[in-house]
């Protein structure tokens, strides 16, 4: 069965620019969930969505948002592009109670010049 | 807090040693996690351990939730080059549906 998608792959973007990330989750997993990796700070939780619903927020600025269509592929928004927004965002996805469920995507490396 | 301290930061060690990583947190945890990432591509599930003093192993690794709840230890014996990776310790965090994780140890082989 094929595992979680993300897309794009790599991404480049200037300072003060939006961007816009997506992720498709395994077919019937209902909660999808957005993490950002960086060397300095690691995997730090950004928001999880189930059913159309955030359930959970992570410790980040307002310019990160995110959605869930009715299919469960699930957006995520950066606006007004930092340097240090650079970083690898990967998705994550499950069925929705248990986390230890949880596929991840290869992410997108976003690169913010 | 709920932050986690995973160590050593990184190893170098020769195939057929054997690999110890900690992971503690001030924090009780309910489960504790241990994911493997290849370079290119998204942390993988390992362990999972639901239970204080359980010991599970997956082939070569195994790992153990700590009998006071607040650390995890993951072991890899004999190990081979394919091993090279990152590996995280993560747990649950208290608002539910979400992960903490640990900065990771890296762990490179030689043959």
Known sequence: KAGVT???????????????????PISGHRSVSWYQQTPGQGLQFLFEYFSETQRNKGNFPG???GRQFSNSRSEMNVSTLELGDSAL???????GQEIYGYTFGSGTRLTVV | GQQLNQSPQSMFIQEGED??????????????LWYKQDPGEG???????????????????????????????????ASIPSDV???????????????????????????
């Open chain 2, 43 to 77: 942390p993988v599930l390992l362990i999972a351990l639901y239970k204080a003093g359980e010991l599970t192993s997956n082939g070569r690794l195994t790992a153990q939730f700590g009998i006071t709840r607040k650390d995890s230890f993951l072991n890899i014996s």
């Open chain 2, 19 to 32: 690999v110890s990583m900690n992971c503690t947190s001030s924090s009780i945890f309910n489960t504790w």
């Open chain 2, 85 to 111: 990776g990152i590996y995280f310790c993560a747990g649950p965090r208290h608002s539910g549906y979400a992960l903490n994780f640990g900065k990771g140890t890296s762990l490179l082989v030689t043959p």
């Open chain 1, 63 to 65: 310019r990160f948002s």
């Open chain 1, 89 to 95: 965002y990967l998705c994550a996805s499950s069925w």
């Open chain 1, 6 to 24: 993300q897309t794009p792959r790599y991404l480049i973007k200037t300072r003060g620019q939006q961007v816009t990330l997506s992720c498709s």
